[in-house]
């Protein structure tokens, strides 16, 4: 089992900047990969970011240039560092471990999600 606890969401003005931290409860080289996700008002959870255990990501188009997701594997700790907020990105956001085993058996653990909130 994996517990992922998120913190740094919060109220920015557009063109701010927040950074959010996810720690996991176990070595983070257990973990395949992880994942930030949000989830607005009335829409589904898009998927924002991805990082490897090696420290490989991608990201959505919408967030490209401006979003950067980094790792510290001494602290079991995924970031996602979030500049030039825009209004639009305001959405409760969740962190997403990955884990596969041997027989590949996938198994998805989720932060508490964080409230991010860009006033215009």
């Known amino acids: 089992q994996v517990q992922l606890v998120e913190s740094g969401g919060g109220l920015v003005q557009a063109g701010g900047s927040l950074r959010l931290s996810c720690a996991a409860s176990r070595n983070i080289f257990s973990i395949n990969s992880m994942g930030w996700y949000r989830q607005a008002p009335g829409k589904q959870r898009e998927l924002v970011a991805v990082?490897?255990?090696?420290?490989?990501?991608n990201y959505a188009d919408s967030v490209k240039g401006r979003f950067a997701a980094s790792g510290d594997n001494a602290k079991n700790t995924v970031y996602l560092q979030m500049n030039s907020l825009k209004p639009e990105d305001t959405a409760v956001y969740y962190c997403?471990?990955?884990?596969?085993?041997?027989?590949?058996?996938?198994?998805?653990?989720w932060g508490q999600g964080t409230q991010v909130t860009v006033s215009s």
């Open positions: 990082i490897s255990s090696g420290g490989s990501t």
């Open positions: 997403n471990a990955r884990q596969v085993l041997a027989d590949n058996t996938v198994y998805n653990y």
